[in-house]
């Protein structure tokens, strides 16, 4: 089993930033591609960012430019910053990472923008 911990969410708002952490633990041995996806009130969850284990990373289109996903192989982490973030940001955001064939999510953390 693999454990996630994420943090960084809040209140900002429209232009700010912010910087979301996850940690995971438990059987981190074989873990791969680690994912930030999000989800907004009466809405699917969506992906947002995905970085593989050799640091190649995607974006949704709504993110591109605005957004990084970076990854410490070494502390088992996954970060999101965050940019000139927009109301429509608004959203619970969830840690995912995959481990032989397996998805582990995070509990969320709720990211607000608004002024």
């Known amino acids: 089993q693999v454990q996630l911990v994420e943090s960084g969410g809040g209140l900002v708002q429209p232009g700010g930033s912010l910087r979301l952490s996850c940690a995971a633990s438990?059987?981190?041995?074989?873990?791969?591609?680690m994912a930030w996806y999000r989800q907004a009130p009466g809405k699917a969850r969506e992906l947002v960012a995905v970085?593989?284990?050799?640091?190649?990373?995607n974006y949704a289109e709504a993110v591109k430019g605005r957004f990084t996903i970076s990854r410490d192989n070494a502390k088992n982490s996954v970060y999101l910053q965050m940019n000139s973030l927009k109301p429509e940001d608004t959203a619970v955001y969830y840690c995912?990472?995959?481990?032989?064939?397996?998805?582990?999510w995070g509990q969320g953390t709720q990211v607000t923008v608004s002024s």
């Open positions: 438990g059987s981190i041995f074989g873990i791969s591609s």
């Open positions: 995912n990472v995959a481990r032989i064939g397996t998805y582990y």
């Open positions: 970085i593989t284990t050799r640091a190649m990373t």
